[in-house]
């Protein structure tokens, strides 16, 4: 999901025409989902939001990246020292 903005609208119902009319219309949207404001909950701690572990090996290249990074070190270290 993608934030595409704000309506303010008096109740449910005129929110969700705005929506359709603001974000749905040109078919560029899929889904809206219309919360009401009070409704949405902000998660501002930095610590959550930081990963536990270092998971780099489920990135796309993780694992390729990391050791071709190491042979380019090694081969650089080893070129240096002749």
């Given at each position: 999901m993608i934030h595409a903005g704000n309506v303010?609208?008096?109740d449910e119902e005129l929110a969700m025409h705005y929506a359709r009319e603001f974000y749905?219309?040109?078919g560029e949207s899929?889904?809206?989902?219309?919360?009401?404001r009070?409704?949405?909950s902000e998660l501002d701690d930095p610590d959550l939001l930081k990963p536990p572990f270092d998971r780099s090996h489920k990135k796309p290249g993780g694992y390729i990246i990391k050791h071709k990074l190491e042979a380019a070190k090694?081969?650089?270290?080893?070129?240096a020292g002749e």
């Open positions: 303010n609208a008096p749905g219309r040109r899929h889904r809206l989902w219309i919360v009401a009070d409704a949405i090694a081969r650089a270290a080893s070129e």
